[in-house]
Nanobody, 118 residues
Framework: QVQLVESGGGLVQTGGSLRLSCAAS????????MGWYRQTPGKPRELVAD???????NYDDAVKGRFTISRDNHKNTVYLQMNSLKSEEPAVYYC????????????WGQGTQVTVSS
């Protein structure tokens, strides 16, 4: 059974930092592109960043230079280091795994709440 378990969310002040983690189990981690998405009420889920099994990264323009995605293929874990958080960035952050050969195979975590206080 595939499981993606996020952790690291919480409350942080504007300008602060958080590090999210997503531990995967039940998958061959190395064949998945891993991503972080975020969603606020009433809005669609949007891509924040993703990283291929080879380590290539892609970021939404809004987070470039502030967020860093990384992965540890030995630990089956993907991370999102978020720095200089802005007041408009509170959301539920979701971990995503997309199979590189069969991209219709997608898995989601349950989400972790990030709250930014001013």
């Amino acid at each position: 059974q595939v499981q993606l378990v996020e952790s690291g969310g919480g409350l942080v002040q504007t300008g602060g930092s958080l590090r999210l983690s997503c531990a995967a189990s039940g998958v061959i981690f190395g064949v998945y592109t891993m991503g972080w998405y975020r969603q606020t009420p009433g809005k669609p889920r949007e891509l924040v960043a993703d990283i291929t099994n080879g380590g290539s990264t892609n970021y939404d323009d809004a987070v470039k230079g502030r967020f860093t995605i990384s992965r540890d293929n030995h630990k089956n874990t993907v991370y999102l280091q978020m720095n200089s958080l802005k007041s408009e960035e509170p959301a539920v952050y979701y971990c995503n795994a997309q199979h590189t050969v069969h991209p219709t195979i997608v898995h989601w975590g349950q989400g972790t709440q990030v709250t930014v206080s001013s």
